[in-house]
């Protein structure tokens, strides 16, 4: 069963701590940190399901006026390469308004698996950000959307 409160699901949330620290481990996000951020009128998320039914994968995006800026996201160890990261970005890109122009994310340079979702969306690299994890640089990605046709 799932419980509503304060419009953020709580079995929601605990799935997506769950996938959270099996992916981010150290850098994971604390609960506190999770329910707060999603509890935010700026933050859209969502999560992905296997074709049994469990959670495997999940979103966390900030959309406010013309810019969204992609979070999280994330799809556990043993579902991946199977097109559910895709569906994620497709579900996150269809889920900005119509008036988001500019979509920003930022990753490590080594997180290749990453690198070649975001670039399979057209996403490009507008800046570099030295050293920003530890002895390794930060991507910045900008995708320009075309919202007017
Ligand atoms: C990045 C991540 C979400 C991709 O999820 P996924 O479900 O494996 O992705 P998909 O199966 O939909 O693959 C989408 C594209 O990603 C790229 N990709 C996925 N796995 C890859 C790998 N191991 N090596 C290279 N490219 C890879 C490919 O371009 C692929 O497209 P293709 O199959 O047409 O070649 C997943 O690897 C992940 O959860 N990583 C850990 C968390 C993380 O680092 N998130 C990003 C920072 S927030």
């Known amino acids: 069963m799932t419980d509503n409160k304060g419009g953020i699901y709580i079995k929601e949330i605990?799935?997506?701590?769950?996938?959270?620290?099996?992916c981010?481990?150290?850098e994971a996000w604390s609960l506190e940190a999770l329910r707060s951020s999603?509890?935010?009128?700026?933050?859209?998320?969502g999560l992905v399901h296997d074709e049994a039914g469990t959670p495997t994968g999940y979103f966390i995006a900030a959309v406010s006026f013309e810019e969204a800026e992609l979070y999280r996201i994330a799809?556990?160890?043993?579902?991946?390469g199977m097109g559910y990261g895709k569906k994620l970005m497709d579900r996150f890109l269809k889920s900005c308004?119509?008036?988001t122009e500019r979509v920003f994310l930022e990753v490590r340079e080594s997180n290749v698996p990453a690198v070649r979702l975001y670039e399979s969306f057209g996403f490009k690299v507008m800046g570099r950000r030295k050293k920003y994890y530890g002895n390794e640089d930060a991507?910045?990605?900008?995708?320009?959307?075309?919202?007017?046709?």
């Open 14 to 22: 605990d799935f997506i701590k769950e996938i959270e620290d099996i």
């Open 75 to 80: 799809v556990i160890p043993e579902k991946r």
């Open 24 to 26: 981010f481990r150290e």
């Open 97 to 99: 308004p119509q008036k």
């Open 38 to 45: 999603l509890q935010r009128e700026d933050i859209v998320y």
């Open 139 to 149: 991507l910045n990605y900008t995708l320009i959307l075309n919202n007017n046709g």
